[in-house]
């Protein structure tokens, strides 16, 4: 009968001929594991094993022989209830599933969008290293998720090269959007759209100073752009023949000339990021890069880099960093730093996404040959002929910073 037609609620004795009350309630069970059933055993017996072993094969309630009508009736309402209440629970359940199927489906096509939107990020991304007559560049791009805010790039002016990195606020799509948007004004394939290149009666292209091209992205954000974010940048406008720079930093941390005997001098006073006041004034850096020197950006994911405690790598630990690394040039420069980053991180996944350009000047060959008489020098501090520059010295192998 239970095959053909599953009851809701069975009363069984407990001895019966041919199949005892446990032996049913066991073999009730087995039909009914898709759809509950309450089952009750009479049992004349008070001992308390006895009750154990009823419980052990499935039985939900016990009723003593002689039975007490009334004491009955209160059992199977009881069984009723709780008999309501796991339908209702197994249908909330089955919204449930269905819910979670719905949603894994759309997850689904979420992470194939973000995938090609990662994709898509990394072709903006320009070549991550380049060679010039005047030295190499390189770049670093790591998203702490599917897509970031971070964006680092170059372009030439004739003689002058164009660096920048910058950080769009937030995280995750919005700010890779952001980021894909602020890539097209700062573009190496389509000068006429460059924010930074005025198009001369010749044909050819001068870079407008730095300054000027983020006052402009200032006014564009906060005009044009409908959105809420803001970004840091450091711009900068490097002459390929002198190795003259001039710069400006809009709230990106502080970047790095790393000298040939490997001290570091850290450019900047920080400055008002993009998109937040209107009119905003940013100041010029000027300073200078010498034949074995190099020039780094790096985005604040790498000086906000947690270690298991959460402690920030923060500039000091950068600066340590950089020291190590002075010897590594090219794509091995960023390959080394990130192999540190992990370390101290203690993963391959960081909180925040990780940029960084570098620029590893060597000048132009002539000015290499007319100082290949000189000695280098080493000195243990170095001066700065700005307001603008920080000069961090090292003693010995790894030292404070002063």
């Known amino acids: 009968m239970c095959r053909n037609h599953l009851p809701d609620l069975i009363i069984s004795d407990w001895i019966m001929p041919g199949m005892s009350g446990l032996q049913f309630c066991r073999a009730f069970r087995e039909l009914s594991k898709g759809r509950y059933g309450y089952f009750i055993l009479l049992n004349a017996k008070t001992d308390k094993s006895e009750v154990v072993r009823g419980l052990d094969s499935g039985a939900d309630d016990f009723v003593s022989k002689p039975v007490n009508v009334d004491e009955l009736r209160a059992r199977i309402m009881a069984g009723e209830r709780i008999l309501t209440m796991q339908r209702e629970l197994s249908s909330k359940n089955r919204v449930i599933s269905e819910a979670l199927s719905a949603l894994q489906a759309v997850h689904s096509a979420l992470d194939r969008d973000l995938d090609e939107a990662r994709k898509f990020q990394e072709s903006l991304l320009q070549d991550p290293l380049h060679d010039f007559n005047e030295g190499t560049i390189s770049l670093m791009l790591r998203s702490s998720g599917h897509v970031g805010g971070d964006l680092v790039g170059y372009f030439a002016a004739g003689r002058h090269l164009g660096v920048y990195g910058l950080d769009v606020s937030g995280h995750g799509v919005s700010s890779a959007l952001m980021a894909a948007r602020l890539a097209g004004t700062l573009s190496a394939v389509a000068p006429d759209h460059n924010i930074a290149l005025v198009r001369q009666p010749n044909g050819a292209y001068r870079m407008r100073s730095p300054d000027q091209v983020v006052a402009d992205l200032n006014s564009l954000v906060l005009s044009d752009i409908e959105t809420e974010q803001y970004f840091t940048i450091f711009l900068?406008?490097?002459?390929?023949?002198?190795?003259?720079?001039?710069?400006?930093?809009?709230?990106?941390?502080?970047?790095?000339?790393?000298?040939?005997?490997?001290d570091l001098v850290q450019l900047g006073r920080g400055g008002l990021p993009v998109g937040l006041i209107a009119g905003a004034q940013y100041e010029t850096i000027v300073t200078q890069l010498e034949p074995g020197d190099r020039f780094i950006i790096l985005s604040d994911g790498v000086t906000e880099c947690p270690d298991a405690s959460g402690q920030m790598l923060d500039d000091d630990g950068v600066a340590r960093v950089l020291h190590d690394l002075y010897s590594a040039r090219g794509a091995q420069f960023f390959d080394a730093l990130s192999t540190h980053l992990e370390d101290y991180a203690g993963g391959v996944d960081f909180p925040d996404d990780v940029s960084g350009i570098c620029f590893d000047y060597q000048g132009r060959i002539a000015k290499n040959r007319s100082r290949k008489n000189l000695s280098p020098s080493f000195p243990s501090t170095e001066m700065a002929s700005s307001p603008d520059i920080t000069t961090v010295a090292w003693s010995g192998s790894i030292g404070g910073a002063t």
């Open 236 to 262: 900068a406008k490097i002459d390929l023949d002198t190795g003259h720079i001039q710069a400006t930093q809009a709230g990106h941390p502080h970047p790095y000339i790393q000298r040939k005997n490997g």
